[in-house]
């Protein structure tokens, strides 16, 4: 590890950065993202954020969206800018595998690895971390890098705000998840006041959906949602088929898991999707019942106590009776 000091005396001349952030990023990813290169390239850096994978459309409104590389569309430029990188930000994320083919680049490169991230257990890859489970959003502690770590709150310019305000938002479920703390509300004042437009963000985020979006959420609840009372919890699975009928792409699916979960008495919610490769699980809970831990235990995952995600080479069906298999474990939990 490296001392704070020795990081900011880094910073202090032009440094050709890379950051990264984990596959099918969300909007704390780009929020957290594209906040730290608006700040960044202000102040002289030479920068390129690269995905793993593509993004959802409703997020491409960002600013410096059209600066994104992303890796599977530009593999031999992406891996040259990690070879020639002197510093490489790893946001929202915590363990190499969560980036794919492009973790093994990352791990093998020269330059100075800062983790920022809020999520269990972190992987040890980085030379400087920023870490804390507490944090609402990888957002939050990328405007905490910025204020408090770099003593830079003059860096925070309008591009800069917008950027994290939209990653503090939607990984707060819009302020209303526990991890919204006072000081979160804070920052997000503060956010606006340096030019976050909090009702445009909002509507570009959540109002801002193409119709087959819709169509597949109204079949998704009409026809595929059931629900487990014995357990007090909601399933709602998904075919490739299925998939292909809407024409589903990136983004399309984020938040279904929400409308299962918001139903009166349900302490559990899964979305299980089929993908080309394999299943794919997005878990949601209330209270203090443990989703990151069955997504550790049984399904390759983890993630947050309330909101975690896993995958399963087992197949649709086998996977959701997995699922179903495990909750008689938790059924005290469940029924509190």
């Known amino acids: 590890m490296i001392a704070l000091n020795d990081l900011k005396n880094l910073l202090q001349t032009p440094q ?57 569309e530009a593999e031999e430029q ?11 930000f790893c946001l929202d994320f915590n363990a190499l595998s969560r980036i794919n083919e492009l973790g093994t680049h990352i791990r093998e490169a020269k330059a100075i ?37 770099l003593d830079d709150a003059a860096g925070i310019n309008k591009d800069v705000a917008t950027c994290l305000y939209t990653g503090i938002m939607t990984d707060s479920g819009s302020f ?7 000081e979160v509300y804070r920052i997000a004042a503060n956010l606006m006041d340096l030019g976050a437009e909090h009702w445009r963000i909002h509507q570009l985020v959540y109002d801002n959906a193409p119709e087959r979006r819709l169509r597949f959420l109204g079949y998704c609840l009409s026809e595929k949602l059931e629900i487990l009372p014995d357990f007090n919890t909601a399933l709602i699975s998904v075919t490739a088929e ?22 009166n008495g349900i302490k559990l919610a899964a979305f299980i999707i089929e993908r080309t490769d394999k299943v794919k699980l997005s878990l949601r ?19 947050h106590r309330n909101a975690a995600g896993g995958a399963s ?22 029924s509190q």
Request: charged letters at 20%; a negative charge.
């Open 242 to 263: 299925e998939i292909k009928r809407f024409n589903i792409q990136t983004g399309d699916t984020e938040g279904i898991v929400n409308y299962a979960l918001s139903i």
């Open 285 to 303: 809970s209330t209270g203090d019942f443990p989703a990151n831990e069955i997504c550790k235990r049984y399904f390759n995952g983890g993630g």
């Open 313 to 334: 080479e087992t197949g649709l069906s086998q996977t959701v009776e997995t699922f179903k298999n495990i909750l008689p474990e938790y059924k005290m939990q469940l």
């Open 78 to 88: 992406a891996i040259q800018l990690v070879k020639d990188a002197s510093l490489i």
């Open 16 to 72: 050709q950065v890379v950051i990264t952030t984990h596959h099918k990023p969300d909007g704390d990813a780009m929020g957290s993202s594209l906040g730290l290169y608006a700040y960044l390239v202000q102040r002289g850096h030479h920068v390129t954020v690269i995905t793993p994978t593509d993004y959802p459309e409703f997020l491409h409104w960002m600013p410096h969206h059209p600066s994104v590389l992303i890796y599977t």
């Open 176 to 182: 209303r998840f526990p991890s919204a703390t006072s």
């Open 113 to 149: 690895k800062v983790m920022i991230d809020h999520h269990l257990e972190p992987e040890d890859f980085d030379d400087y971390r920023h870490w804390d489970i507490n944090a609402c959003a990888s957002a939050q502690l990328v405007y905490d890098f910025i204020v408090n770590e």
